[in-house]
């Protein structure tokens, strides 16, 4: 089965730096999108982007967080300035439509110190 | 009022056993509705969608109650590798809506 795959599976940062998460969704995917998982909390929705542009967003995803597709097959979550309350498992999805089982990959685990 | 809320369990049952999860959700135009299977530290997997009419899978049975909000997963003939933490999971209403919601979970143990 095709697979979305994110790198790295860790990374730990100092508060206040800036850090790239990476994920290569499913070659024939339309719909990429970024959850986070804080330790021991629900899964909760960053954002979604199709065609190039950010179709929905969480209020969680602030001034800090950016999105981008680089190239044809990666998709990037940057945040700018971490917070101690960045520290989280991160999961990017990806939908051949909107209405399709989202497909996640393994996570990023984020921990900010 | 939490959007999705789950018994957060544990639930620890023998194998063999049949186990029930229970969820509410609170916006009543939600549109769908799915079950999701997450195992410690791993990502979120569709273990199944909901439909108005109840829908099986196996040893999977999901049910859905629009009028009292209420969605629930029945397994039957628990195996240990049922063992794992089982998330309601709603798509809110809108047109323009890509995303999911999630509920906390509901942590299963299966034990031999």
């Known amino acids: 089965e095709p697979e979305v795959t994110q790198t790295p599976s860790h990374q730990v940062t100092q508060m206040g730096q800036e850090v790239i998460l990476r994920c290569v969704p499913i070659?024939?995917?339309?719909?990429f999108y970024w959850y986070r998982q804080i330790l021991g909390q629900k899964v909760e929705f960053l954002v979604s982007f199709y065609n190039n542009e950010i179709s929905e967003k969480s209020e969680i995803f602030d001034d800090q967080f950016s999105v981008e597709r680089p190239d044809g097959s990666n998709f990037t979550l940057k945040i700018r300035s971490t917070k101690l309350e960045d520290s989280a498992m991160y999961f990017c999805?990806?939908?051949?439509?909107?209405?399709?089982?989202?497909?996640f990959g393994s996570g990023t685990q984020l921990s900010v110190l | 009022r939490k959007e999705v809320e789950q018994d957060p369990g544990p639930f620890n049952v023998p194998e063999g056993a049949t186990v029930a999860f229970n969820c509410t959700y609170s916006?009543?135009?939600?549109?769908?509705f799915f079950w999701y299977r997450q195992d410690c530290r791993k990502e979120p997997k569709l273990l199944m969608s909901?439909?108005?009419s109840g829908n099986e899978d196996g040893r999977f049975t999901a049910q859905l109650n629009r009028a009292s909000q209420y969605i629930s997963l029945l397994i039957r003939d628990s195996k240990l590798s049922d063992s794992a933490t089982y998330l309601c999971?709603?798509?809110?209403?809108?047109?323009?809506?890509?995303?999911?919601?999630f509920g906390k979970g509901t942590k299963l143990s299966v034990i031999p």
């Open positions: 999971v709603v798509r809110p209403p809108g047109a323009g809506s890509y995303q999911l919601t």
């Open positions: 916006n009543s135009a939600s549109q769908s």
């Open positions: 999805a990806s939908s051949r439509t909107r209405g399709e089982k989202l497909f």
């Open positions: 909901v439909y108005s």
């Open positions: 070659s024939n995917h339309l719909y």
